[in-house]
């Protein structure tokens, strides 16, 4: 299907088509505000979107908020491979993703909290690997997805999210930065063990996606909310280092059962995965701390 087919529509179509785009404009700008680091390119971007919806048939889409955030993948990717080209810098201070209403006060207070870190970790990477690592592990699009948006495999759109990964989450971060990781897990756990809701959200990124085979959880309303529902679980875990990472483990009977990895911007939790499926838990290297 071209994305440059102009459908005739109705104007009461036209208007469903354009109430359904507003729905997803929050995770839009999202999207793009990961990717690029400026608020003006992110409009753009989410415009650009916009653009190729209103010329594209999307009949047989069935999940319109899937094909929406690739295209808003394929247009920063192109951006940033312009970018790189040009040796241009973004065009104005990285900022997390605002709400869909503007709070200005808010947005300098996350930019404070988030910006800056996320953003020296991410000009790092190429575009594919930027591309790969914010779309999968911070927006929880397919390996097939990724690749189908970067022209390249599902295993080698693996790869790069993983090489994007290590650095965000500090493999080779120096000794400070992972005594500071332990600090906030230990807060997390603090805070999850007590049911202390604020406490969450203080460690919580705004924009915090936890994964595991149940599904996402984004924001860190929710997943605070999420949290403290596992008090339980919260109260036999305990820290680890997860392939040289910082993390937590519980066990049973002896046994690895749960372990939750996290990543980290400005001192807050970004990402927290849950794993639990055993063949995956094999694979995963634990260091008591």
């Known amino acids: 299907m071209s994305e440059h087919h102009q459908p005739q529509r109705r104007p009461d179509d036209a208007a469903a088509l354009a109430e359904r785009f507003e729905a997803y404009r929050g995770h839009l700008r999202a999207v793009a505000h990961r990717m690029l680091g400026s608020a003006a390119e992110a409009e753009d971007a989410v415009q650009e979107a916009w653009l190729r919806l209103s010329r594209s048939d999307t009949s047989e889409v069935a999940n319109l908020g899937g094909w929406l955030t690739t295209v808003v993948g394929r247009v920063c990717l192109d951006m940033l491979r312009s970018r790189r080209t040009r040796g241009e810098e973004p065009l104005d201070v990285w900022r997390p993703a605002p709400a869909v209403e503007r709070d ?85 756990l603090a805070a999850a063990r007590g049911g202390d809701f604020d406490g969450l959200l203080a460690v919580l990124d705004p924009d915090v996606l936890a994964r595991s085979d149940a599904g996402t959880t984004a924001g860190a309303v929710m997943v605070a909310s999420g949290a403290r529902s596992f008090a339980h679980l919260a109260a036999v875990a305990i820290p680890a280092l997860v392939d040289g990472a910082t993390g937590l483990v519980l066990y049973a009977d002896g046994s690895l059962e749960r372990v939750l990895t996290f990543t980290f911007v400005a001192d807050r939790i970004a990402t927290i995965d849950v794993v639990t499926d055993p063949a995956r838990l094999a694979g995963l290297t634990v260091e008591p701390v």
């Open 104 to 188: 200005p006060a808010q947005d300098a207070l996350l930019a404070d909290s988030v910006g800056a870190a996320l953003l020296v970790v991410l000009d790092t990477l190429t575009p594919a690997e930027r591309l790969a690592f914010v779309l999968h592990d911070l927006f929880g699009v397919p390996f097939e997805e990724v690749g189908a948006v970067l022209g390249r495999t599902a295993a080698a759109a693996r790869q790069l999210a993983s090489r994007g990964r290590r650095r965000v989450r500090g493999a080779d971060a120096p000794e400070a930065d992972l005594v500071r990781q332990r600090e906030v897990v230990d807060a997390f």
